[in-house]
Structure formats: C-alpha cells, structure tokens
C-alpha cells in the first residue's frame, strides 16, 4: 500500500538498516523501489529521473512528492490528512528526487508535495525519515502511544 520511490541505490548498511527496520513495521510492508541516476545535464537528469520515477507508480496511485517548496505538516495533521487516502485503499507512493530535484512534471502529477521542514537533507536521510514518518502516520490513526502529543 505504501512505497518510496526514490532515485540512487542506498548502499551503506547502517543507512538499510534503519529504513528496514519501519519498513517491517508498516502494514503491509513498506515498498522501496530505486531508479538509477541519470546522466547529461542538471535539467536532462532531472527530466530523465522523474520520468523513471512515474514510469514507477502503481497502477491508481496516490502521489506523494517530496520537495522543499511543499507543504509541511505536524504528524498528527499528516495522518489525518493521510487517512481519506488509506480508506480508499489505494496504494499510497511517496517520490524522492535526484540531486537536482524533481522536474515539474512530477510536482504537476502530485496529489500533495509536502516538505520535511526548510532544513537540507541527504536523500538517503529523508528515506529514513519519511519511513518513521509513515509508521507513526499507521500508529496515530490507530490510536497507538507511539505518537505523543503535547510538551512535557
């Protein structure tokens, strides 16, 4: 139901290790599909990596961008926001760019383009991040105390 789709290959083994271990958490399991990097300009490997990326899509999907111009929720508001989603039981597929970003074309196909704050992270991170992130999404509409709300 869900999955990140994502351009480069994560290679090092504390970076798997942390993105497997929401991954076997969320049900059903979370889906990690890699394109690889394009070649050729800045604004050709972008056009090339989106493109692979949306030739990625499950069939009805629901599109999830990640870019820095989105929108940037709390968790407790993403899950609701998530949860119209998760009852139409459609699959659910988040897109993570190249070093370039993403081209237009995904931004225009997006059902929302959502930010993890105005902070720069390593692609490989906002794996691991959005991985948490949708495992706490599944915790908070089940009503799990995983998610805490308020300040001490």
Known sequence: MFSI?????????AELELV???AKRIRPRLSIIE????????????????Q???????????????????????SLVFANKMQTWIEESRPISFLIGGAEGLHHAAIERSDLVLSLG??????MLVRILLAEQIYRV?????????HRQGRP
């Open 5 to 13: 789709i994502a351009v480069g290959k994560m290679r090092h083994k």
């Open 20 to 22: 497997d271990r929401y």
């Open 35 to 50: 394109v690889n990097e394009a070649k050729g300009s800045p604004e050709e490997a972008k056009l090339k990596e989106t």
């Open 52 to 74: 692979a990326l949306l030739n990625a899509l499950p069939d009805r999907s629901v599109v999830i961008s990640l870019d820095e111009g989105g929108k940037n929720y709390s």
């Open 118 to 123: 105005s902070l720069t992270w390593p692609h």
């Open 138 to 146: 599944q915790t908070i509409l089940q009503g799990h105390p995983y």
